[in-house]
């Protein structure tokens, strides 16, 4: 077992879900996110998570394991992306790429395997929760506009033909990106340093699912606009008509 010290200081009463079937999981993580200055709510399963994130409208991060009763963590992360981007961060002891793309398929924002130092967790957390809070960096104007597609940035909203996209937040950070520089292709290795950060765990096929389920919600305009450009990266690609 590593040596595991907590975190002082750091958090700002963000509110914080926690959903585990294993009670002493359950405690620990929620005793390193309360010494790190956050506020938890225990969920005992994930008809529990489900319950209490409808009726808690503050709650700023979710952090959910994926095996447990009721409704699993995939169907929790389902069910929350139905009505907000709250970031979440799944929790499992299955080590399968399957369960990791699976995962971010279903609107998970990170990814952690059990055993896990709380520590690391804790850092994780608070990465998440600055890049959901952080206005994105604008250039001469907060409107990104790029055909039927915008962005108003200060309101950290993406509208197609006037219908609001509802994205989550890596999502919404890769066509922020993408968006800022048409025609410039990015690596996947870019964005999992820029989006992710450098000490992210995973591989680049993080990168492609997360692409590939922006391109669907983006329909015709995704598969004209979001490009592939295979052995290189990904594009936005501006139609010159």
């Known amino acids: 077992m590593p040596n595991y010290f907590y975190l002082k200081g750091g958090g700002d009463m963000s509110k914080i ?5 294993e009670a002493l999981i359950r405690r620990l993580v929620c005793d390193f996110l309360k010494n790190s200055g956050y506020e938890t709510i225990e969920a005992v399963d994930g008809k529990d998570a489900i319950e209490k994130f409808s009726a808690e409208s503050d709650i700023s991060l979710v952090v959910c394991d994926i095996m447990m ?3 699993d963590g ?10 907000s981007s709250v970031p979440i961060i799944v929790l499992t002891a299955r080590t399968q790429e399957f369960d990791e793309i699976v995962s971010f398929e279903s609107g998970a924002d990170d990814f952690v395997t059990k055993p896990f130092s709380p520590t ?7 990465a998440l929760l600055k890049r959901s809070e952080a206005r994105p960096e604008t250039h001469s104007a907060d409107i990104l506009s790029i055909d039927d597609l915008t962005i108003n940035l200060p309101a950290h909203s993406v509208t197609l033909n006037g219908r609001e996209i509802e994205l989550t937040i890596k999502e919404y950070n890769i066509i922020v990106k993408l968006m800022k520089n048409p025609g410039r292709i990015f690596s996947r290795d870019n964005l999992l340093d820029d989006i992710w950060g450098i000490d992210f765990e995973g591989d680049a096929r993080t990168v492609d699912s997360h692409v590939a389920r922006l391109r669907t919600k983006l329909g015709s305009w995704g598969e004209s606009h979001l490009k592939t450009v295979y052995g290189a990266g990904y594009k936005i690609e501006v139609n010159n008509t």
Do not use: F, S, Y
Request: aromatic share 4%; charged share 35%; net charge positive.
């Open 69 to 71: 009763p009721e409704v």
């Open 120 to 126: 690391i967790l804790v850092k994780r957390v608070q």
């Open 17 to 21: 879900l926690v959903a585990d079937d």
């Open 74 to 83: 995939w169907g929790v992360c389902k069910k929350i992306r139905e009505t």
